[in-house]
């Protein structure tokens, strides 16, 4: 296994990067080699505050920067599949904050991109590669919790200022782009214990005031291949902050309280006829665990579940949510990058 530190460029100086890409990359001895912001001189203070080594004036910069082999981007949800598509014509490999895109037609476009390039793609669902999830799904998988019945995956916080770029539906907001994609993605991944992928069955949502077509909240209802049912929930207005998830089976259940940030709460509440505990697991932050998995899948081919086709996954889901809750999927948003050739 190759322990070549990645050469990483960051794309904006989102207040994310920092729990994200800079503390991981410094736990795990990954290089940030640049970073550019549509300001330079909050890139130059970001640059400063966290110890990248050099500042670019624009993106396209950046992405034409020869030493630099991969890009995180968790720039605005509408950003991210134009600057995607960007990177990988620049050949360079990609982790992208989630969405991928802001619909489906858009993240298609960017996996035959990816793929074509034959370039490295990774969605960021860091909670995936975190102990917690995974002992969840050990769970499943040693028989304990008996067959999959229900699950019930909820995503809510208080409201962000209407300033919010993730209120902006010319920027792919909206509480199921922010939210909902975890609560839709956390039922997608225990396809392998509901006899498949799950599919919509039905939806319900609201607007958020004065936002027409940006959703406040949004309910949607799934169902396994197996018969077992799932509902997956997203408030950005919430009264106060529910990130759980609880999963059913026909002899027990096990619920993550917080699923989504499982560094902050890292323990699993397991219920059987013979009782019920509490399975307390390791608190190393999920984006570290992520991070790992982009090298290997850079430097060394790992696989990861979060990978292009995953996306277009999640995206077809969230689409489907959209229309079925009566609104229309995100639109993209029009950037046009000046053209960036591979580097060198």
Same mark, same amino acid.
Do not use: I
């Given at each position: 296994m190759s322990t070549e530190p990645l050469r990483i460029g960051v794309l904006g100086a989102a207040r994310i990067a920092e729990r994200a890409i800079v503390d991981p990359a410094r736990i795990t001895g990954h290089r940030l080699v640049a970073v550019a912001a549509r300001d330079r001189g909050r890139a130059e203070e970001y640059a400063a505050a966290h110890g990248v080594e050099r500042v670019h004036d624009s993106y396209a910069d950046l992405l034409a920067d020869p030493e630099i082999e991969a890009?995180?981007?968790p720039l605005a949800n509408g950003l991210h &599949?134009?600057?995607n598509l960007a990177a990988i014509a620049a050949g360079k490999h990609v982790l992208t904050e989630k969405p991928s895109a802001s619909n489906l037609e858009e993240a298609i476009e960017v996996r035959d991109a990816a793929a074509k390039?034959?370039?490295a793609f990774m969605e960021a669902f860091h909670y995936l590669y975190h102990p917690v999830l995974r002992r969840l799904h050990e769970l499943l998988?040693?028989?304990e919790l008996g067959e999959l019945r229900h699950v019930e995956a909820t995503t809510n916080i208080p409201a962000p200022p209407d300033s919010d770029p993730r209120w902006s539906l010319e920027l792919a907001g909206g509480a199921m782009m922010d939210l909902g994609c975890?609560?839709?993605?956390?039922q997608r991944a225990l396809a392998p214990? &509901?006899?498949?992928a799950p599919r919509l069955t039905g939806a319900r949502g609201g607007e958020h005031a004065g936002m027409p077509g940006v959703d406040e909240w949004l309910e949607a209802d799934l169902v396994f291949?197996?018969?077992a049912t799932g509902t997956a929930r997203c408030n950005m207005a919430s009264d106060a902050e529910d990130l759980s998830l609880r999963v059913v089976g026909s002899l027990g259940e096990v619920t993550a309280p917080n699923f989504v940030l499982p560094h902050l709460d890292a323990r699993l509440l397991v219920r059987t006829p013979e009782g019920e505990r509490v399975e307390e697991l390791e608190r190393r932050t999920s984006y570290t665990y992520q991070l790992e998995a982009f090298a290997g899948l850079v430097r060394d081919g790992i696989k990861v579940p979060t990978d292009a086709d995953d996306a277009v996954e999640s995206m077809r889901l969230i689409d489907d949510a959209y229309r079925a809750a009566g609104f229309a999927p995100r639109p993209r948003t029009v950037v046009t990058p000046p053209a960036a050739g591979p580097s060198a």
């Open positions: 890009v995180y981007n &599949g134009p600057w390039a034959g370039v998988e040693s028989g975890y609560a839709l993605h956390a214990w &509901g006899g498949g291949p197996g018969g």
